[in-house]
């Protein structure tokens, strides 16, 4: 079976400006962004026949396509569970593109989460089943529902305050390099960290990604159509979703071990179909809507052992020249969070060599999506 | 205060609650309790199911203290906590809850530093609202 290995490639990418609030809204932030994409690609609107985008995604393929001038369309699909699916829709296309159902694809997300509402405030609309075991308590957040894995973590395995704000520390420092995050000219320090608001106890505010505007977008080709695009390709090695067994989403607390989360499974058949492993991956674009899912996503996606995830970002780990620099545009925490979309660009950004934080040669990236609910990760190479 | 919006396999659930009984569905075949509930068992399929009695004996398995921003309701009530407890009969059986003074207490009527992973709790009813609460075995 030929597979997908790097059988595809990303050749273009987009984006809007970021910021809390865009005067314009998601439709036309969406046809900006794609066709950025495009022209990154130097490929004609008129020649995509295939979109992938989240079931969250409030502009559908039809009015994508009528706006910007699609061709017909021969395949198009949408990801659900949120942040989730950021690295399935890549994928989505690749295997349609893959296995010949359609030779240019489209993936993109527009979302206005900075000057919108915040969906747990939606008390007629719930998630499915799980919402009557939890939202009566006040488990109202998602960021109450990951304070309650990141507070087990810390008693299982002694995990810190100082590991998680390591990881917002890393993300704050990539984006103070790079101009197009929100947060580029606000360094973080230890004491503001430390003496932070709280959010949900364990986590504070800066344990919390941003709430943006923006949108952001990148076209799938075959790897034979790559070499005739305007820029190097990135090609897509490996890619899976993960749905474990008995899962419960987010509130992942009725399974026998709720801190092996979707990052697990997702793992497995990614490097099972990778000729990589872990200690090849130059750099990393690791889902951060909230700092305990760095610690749990490098345990599930093996970079060190189950528990060791707070050990791991100690002594500069996920800084530029340590073991693992990890989301190099700021990522959700610190440039903007547009449902993960901004990592899988910014994994392109470092195989083209282009990132406003250069990991010096990188030529592997791994970039996953949200952690906790059913997620999807790429493994990406130059 | 939100209510549980409750779906068919939720409700009889609900229902013991309200008159002060902690059940969980378990397996009418093979005997495997599960919850949520479902439909059918995922060990044997089967779509026979019965609820059973639980003690209301747990543990603390994790907790949080919500802070604003919060529903009007429940950011009155900040910093509460939430608790995850794991009933003694079935570990992997695991409640979200709030671990209150007394029955009928307010979601902030035991002050966060009281709590433990691994403290000892039971379940006790709201009788306004009809949901299982928890209070520390010791107090």
Known sequence: ?382 | MLQPIIDADGAPFWQYAAQGELRVQACADCGEPRFPPRPCCPHCQSFASEWRSMSGQGRVWSYVVPHPPLLPDYAEQAPYNVVVVELAEAPRIRLVGNLVARAGAALNSLPADRIRIGARVHVVFDEESGLPQWVLERS
């Open chain 1, 1 to 382: 079976m030929a597979g997908l290995k790097d059988a595809t490639a990303i050749v273009g990418i987009g984006q809007t400006p970021f910021a809390k609030r865009l005067p314009e809204d998601e439709r036309t932030l969406a046809c900006r962004a794609v066709l950025a994409a495009l022209d990154d690609a130097g490929i004609a609107p008129g020649e995509v026949d295939a979109l992938a985008s989240f079931t969250m995604e409030e502009t559908d393929e039809v009015e994508l396509a009528k706006a910007v001038g699609f061709g017909d369309l021969t395949f198009f699909s949408k990801v659900g569970f949120g942040g989730g699916g950021s690295c399935a829709t890549v994928a989505h296309l690749a295997a349609a593109i893959a296995s010949g159902q359609a030779s240019v694809g489209v993936a993109w997300r527009s979302r206005k989460r900075g000057s919108g509402p915040r969906p747990w405030t939606n008390t007629a609309v719930q998630l499915p089943t799980p919402g009557q075991w939890t939202r009566p308590f006040g488990l109202l957040r998602p960021a109450d529902e990951i304070a309650m894995l990141a507070r087990r973590h810390m008693h299982e395995y002694g995990t810190t305050r100082d590991h998680l704000f390591n990881v917002a520390l890393a993300c704050r420092n990539r984006a103070n390099q790079n101009p197009a995050a929100l947060m580029y000219d606000r360094p973080l320090t230890r004491e503001m960290y430390m003496t932070s608001r709280w959010i949900s106890e364990p986590l504070c505010l800066f344990d919390n990604c941003l709430e943006t505007d923006g949108a952001l977008a990148c076209v799938v080709v075959s790897r034979e159509r790559a070499r005739d695009c305007r820029r190097p390709p990135v090609y897509v090695h490996s890619a899976a979703q993960g749905l474990p067994a008995q899962h419960h989403g987010m509130v992942n607390y009725w399974n026998d071990d709720p801190l092996t989360g979707p990052a697990w499974t997702a793992a497995r058949h990614l490097w099972k179909h990778a000729d990589l492993t872990p200690e090849d991956v130059d750099v990393a674009q690791i889902y951060d809507a909230f700092t305990p899912l760095i610690p749990l996503s490098l345990e599930g996606y093996g970079f060190c052992g189950r528990g060791e995830g707070g050990a791991f970002t100690e002594g500069g780990a996920l800084e530029i020249g340590g073991r693992l620099p990890i989301n190099t545009g700021g990522g959700g925490l610190s440039e903007a969070y547009v449902h993960g979309f901004n990592l899988i660009n910014e994994g392109v950004k470092q195989l083209r060599g282009t990132s406003t934080a250069q990991v010096p040669g990188a030529a592997t990236c791994l970039v996953t999506a949200g952690e906790g609910v059913p997620t999807s990760a790429l493994l990406l190479r130059s």
